[in-house]
């Protein structure tokens, strides 16, 4: 498989859920995520100009192809209310075909 039909699983947090619905919907209707999961409820504990913050945060995760990811984070670093904004991306393993089709054809490659 080439390296444009991998799956990415993107980790960013989001201060709130408005934020956070404002960064899905652009990444989606932009087809640089097939799939936007926003997780509530999560706290976050890490050190900020030489203070350690404790957050709230609401964690996105962020379904797009390895072949997308520089203009993805590039999008969310021009669009995130943070100034260092989260952008993790893990490979992921195994994806059933049925959705890793599904993923490529939203965001503009089809599996051929």
Known sequence: MSSEHELL??????????????????????????????????????RWQGKVEIDREVQLLIKTRKGLFEELAAWIEANHPYEVPEIVALRAEQVSDGYLAWALGQTGLSRS
Do not use: H, M, Q, W
């Open 9 to 46: 699983v993107v980790l960013c947090t989001a201060p709130d859920l408005a934020a956070a619905e404002k960064l899905a919907k652009g990444l989606v209707e932009g087809r640089l995520a097939a799939c936007v999961n926003a997780i509530p409820g999560l706290t976050s504990f890490y």
